[in-house]
């Protein structure tokens, strides 16, 4: 939890990331405590598998992965194609608002194949791919979702939102 603390403190002093506490993800979930859980679960997943990865690049790479900086529930014609779209829009803020390593594009860039066609570079980025699935889908169907990650997330002072 330690290195994902860390992460999130990165991103949220050099950036924009608390914005997105004000935006809804999916059901009651707000995007920032959408990407703090995908950034949490795939760095459990990935040490659970015991396979080398880039720790700080796949939590930070995690962290912006949906960093578009609009509520995608607004109705504005442009949402219609948001999910194909708003992988390069988090790109752009992304990379306008920090210095990203390669691996930490890739993980943003390619987080929605297969519905963007290009398929991941790295394994951070398929890691992270797989893992932002997952938890779409518990937090579009559960009622009060990552119950013990959000008292960890406001035990320290960490606002999702
Ligand atoms: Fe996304
Ligand atoms: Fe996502």
């Not at 390069?88 to 992304?94: Q, Y």
Request: proline share 4%; with cysteine.
């Amino acid at each position: 939890m330690r290195a994902v603390l860390n992460a999130i403190d990165y991103v949220s002093k050099e950036g924009k990331f608390k914005k997105t506490a004000g935006y809804i993800q999916h059901g009651v979930t707000s995007c920032m405590l959408h990407t703090i859980a995908v950034a949490y679960y795939s760095d459990r997943i990935a040490k659970k598998m015991h396979i080398r990865y880039r720790r700080r690049e796949l939590l930070i790479g995690a962290l912006l992965h949906d960093y578009f900086l609009y509520d995608w529930h607004d109705k504005a014609p442009e949402r219609k194609i948001h999910g194909f779209t708003h992988p390069r829009c988090a790109l752009i803020n992304a990379d306008r608002d920090f210095e990203l390593t390669k691996t930490e594009k890739n993980i943003i860039v390619r987080h929605m194949f297969p519905l963007t066609l290009i398929p991941p570079k790295v394994r951070e980025a398929w890691i992270v791919c797989a893992v932002d699935k997952i938890c779409s889908v518990y937090e579009v169907f559960s009622k009060n979702p990552y119950t013990r990650l959000r008292a960890e997330l406001a035990l320290n002072n960490v606002n999702v939102g």
